[in-house]
C-alpha cells in the first residue's frame, strides 16, 4: 500500500515540476496580490510531494517488504 502511494506521489510531484502546478491546484487565490505567493506554492508543492515518496519508501521498505 505505502509503495503505491510513493508512486502516486511522485507522480504528483513529476506533475508539478513539469507542469509548474500540482492536479489539485485550482485557482483558489484571487489575481491581484497573491500571484506571487501563488508561484511560491507551486514550487513548493513538489518539494513535499517527494518528502510523502520518500516517508512512504521507507514505510514500505520497513514494513512491507
Known amino acids: 500500500m505505502f509503495t503505491v502511494l510513493a508512486v502516486l506521489f511522485g507522480l504528483f510531484a513529476a506533475d508539478g515540476i513539469f507542469r509548474g502546478r500540482t492536479l489539485n491546484d485550482d485557482s483558489w487565490t484571487t489575481q491581484g496580490g497573491a500571484k ?3 508561484r511560491r506554492l507551486s514550487r ?3 518539494v513535499l510531494w517527494i518528502g510523502l515518496a520518500i516517508v512512504s ?4 521498505w520497513q514494513f512491507e517488504w
Not at 57 to 60: I, P, R, T
Open 36 to 38: 506571487q505567493q501563488s
Open 44 to 46: 513548493l508543492k513538489p
Open 57 to 60: 519508501l521507507f514505510v514500505a
